[in-house]
């Protein structure tokens, strides 16, 4: 099939070819190079089988979004890394509420001072006078929920500035279980820095099957203003289904939710996906969630205990 712009194409070719002619002739016994007219005009069938190639190429290049399941298990991932903050920010208002400006001796006193008030929890002082050994009873009341196990905090100044070092080890809470190393220091302006390297092990309710084992590292600006603790930082972790990372913005953490108030948290999933998670405050604890990502945003409500329930897509 060809178009209206090759026939007009092929008389103007006739034409050149004719007055090519009449120069050969009076140019006979010369050597005269004759034009060649341009082959600017293709097949109407061969441009559209072209577009078609573009656009499957490029349908091929743009990602599917995210799917329902992929989803749900970010927002599962979420409330386990909620379950890891909770336990760790507790422990932290509990071995770290100090002056950044003190002596780390008298700073060590004055936690251990704190700490021999509650029944539940042996202290005792390490053999460096900087260290504190902590052992908490079986659902020992600490920030208001149960904790047992044990933590080591050392407070020392590397340099100029306070470093409080928290070992954790095997502190457990409703069948979560943390350990690792939390670090903390202090900015000009009297937020705190927390970076942490941890280990989350999470049990599986009423089941013989293993849990969950995360491997967290961690790295949070946050401070307490009117009882609630403001966060900014992000959270990478491995899965078995591979890497994760979570960009927490403008996080508003109250002492009795998992997640947060509200803020923004932006999840890079393994499968190569932006899933971008918003918190509200849905009251007696709960948090709404929701999810875009995939084809349409989808609706979750996570339960002060973690249990999450889809709400379907909005």
């Not at 260290?131 to 904790?147: I, K």
């Not at 108030?261 to 405050?281: A, I, K």
């Not at 945003?297 to 329930?309: K, W």
Request: net charge negative; glycine share 10%.
């Amino acid at each position: 099939m060809r178009g209206a712009g090759c026939e007009e194409h092929d008389e103007s070719e006739a034409r050149g070819t004719r007055h090519a002619a009449r120069i050969a002739g009076a140019g006979a016994g010369r050597n005269v190079r004759l034009p060649v007219a341009p082959q600017i005009c293709e097949d109407v069938g061969v441009v559209a089988s072209r577009r078609v190639i573009l656009a499957s190429a490029l349908a091929a290049c743009t990602p599917e979004p995210a799917s329902s399941q992929e989803i749900l298990q970010t927002v599962q991932e979420m409330v386990d890394q909620g379950r890891a903050i909770t336990i760790e920010n507790d422990v932290v208002a509990l071995a770290a509420n100090v002056d950044p400006d003190g002596d780390p001796a008298d700073l060590r006193d004055d936690v251990a001072a704190i700490l021999a008030d509650m029944t539940c929890a042996v202290v005792t002082s390490g053999d460096d006078p900087i260290d504190l050994h902590v052992e908490f009873a079986d659902d020992c009341a600490v920030q208001g929920r149960g904790l047992a196990g044990r933590m080591t905090a050392t407070y020392e100044r590397p340099v100029d500035d306070l470093l409080v070092t928290l070992t954790l080890l095997d502190l457990t809470r409703e069948g979560t279980t943390l350990s690792g190393v939390t670090r903390i220091s202090w900015g000009i302006d009297g937020t705190q820095r927390i970076v942490g390297e941890l280990r989350l092990d999470v049990a599986v309710p009423d089941s013989d099957a293993p849990g969950r084992q995360i491997e967290i590292q961690t790295d949070r600006i946050q401070r307490v203003h009117r009882g609630v603790r403001q966060v900014d930082g992000w959270h990478r972790w491995q899965t078995l289904m591979g890497k994760w990372k979570a960009e927490l913005a403008g996080w508003e953490l109250a002492p009795d939710t998992t997640l947060p108030l509200r803020g923004l948290t932006v999840v890079d999933t393994p499968f190569e996906h932006d899933v971008v998670l918003d918190h509200r405050d849905a009251g007696a604890g709960s948090i709404e969630l929701r999810a875009n990502g995939g084809r349409a945003d989808r609706v979750f409500m996570v339960a002060a205990d973690g249990t999450i329930t889809d709400l379907g897509e909005d």
